[in-house]
């Protein structure tokens, strides 16, 4: 029932930015916290930014904070990743996920989501 897309990646110099779209079908996001995730070959799967489904209770890892900027669009049904100054190690295929319960917090976490997209590529040359 709950289908999400990413949207946005692409191939950008260091130092350019990207905007990720992750759009949902089957659920309204508003009620679902959804995280970012990113996966570069040979290493896990890491967080990236979460918000959470009520006062969009925010999260950063410490290699993005400063530089990426999550924000939701509720008429949309879509949440973005805004991605400045984006350097090599950035590169990554990055996905969207939501789990399948409501909760007032979001985790960078992948144990905590259930639902997730197919993933966009983002590649950032030196």
């Known amino acids: 029932q709950v289908q999400l897309v990413e949207s946005g990646g692409g191939l950008v110099q260091s130092g350019g930015s990207l905007r990720l779209s992750c759009t949902a079908a089957g659920d309204d996001l508003h009620y679902y916290a959804i995280g970012w995730f990113r996966q570069a070959p040979g290493k896990e799967r890491e967080g990236v930014s979460c918000i959470s489904g009520s006062h969009d209770l925010i999260h950063y890892s410490d290699s993005v904070k400063g530089r990426f900027t999550i924000s939701r669009d509720n008429a949309k049904n879509t949440v973005y990743l805004e991605m400045n100054d984006l350097k090599p190690e950035d590169t990554a295929v990055y996905f969207c996920?939501?789990?399948?319960?409501?909760?007032?917090?979001?985790?960078?976490?992948?144990?905590?989501?259930?639902?997730w997209g197919q993933g966009t590529q983002v590649t950032v040359s030196s």
């Open positions: 996920a939501q789990p399948h319960v409501m909760a007032p917090f979001c985790l960078l976490d992948v144990s905590h989501y259930d639902y």
